[in-house]
């Protein structure tokens, strides 16, 4: 088997399964800059293929959303993947270090607060959702 068959597979499962929970993949800069710019709570998922926390990461975002107060936009940029458009989210991650995956919320461009690689990994989806339902409790309107 081709390894880079197999990884651009492992990608592309990795994308789906964010895009269809209704994140928003923003895939250069200039896709990154629109997304993260717009006024409300944006919350923003940074994706990888990394097996442990990843496959942790994905379905706590999917679940996390289904909660009575959430960001009004939900964004996703790919690790490792879509370089560029990555390097431009964590710009906006100030006072954090890069952490893939973790997820970012922030309001009107500016972070509020972020859920970083190490409150993922050894963590259960159910774990996860609960800490981005705490942030949603903190920062986001009922829907």
């Known amino acids: 088997m081709d390894f880079d068959l197999f990884m651009q597979d492992v990608v592309n499962v990795a994308r789906t399964d ?41 379905p706590a975002a999917g679940n996390a959303i289904h909660y009575d107060k959430r960001p009004d936009h939900l964004v996703t940029v790919f690790a490792g993947q879509d370089k560029e458009a990555t390097e431009q989210a964590r710009s906006y991650f100030e006072g954090y270090p890069p952490s893939s995956p973790c997820f970012a919320l922030l309001k009107d461009g500016k972070i509020l607060d972020m859920v970083e690689r190490n409150e993922i990994e050894g963590h259960s989806a159910m774990e996860v959702s609960a800490k981005l339902q705490g942030l949603f409790d903190q920062y986001c309107e009922e829907v």
């Open 18 to 58: 964010i895009t269809e929970s209704g994140y928003e993949e923003a895939r250069t800069a200039e896709e990154v800059d629109a997304a993260l710019t717009r006024e409300g709570t944006t919350l923003v998922m940074v994706n990888s293929t990394c097996g442990c926390a990843g496959g942790v990461a994905r």
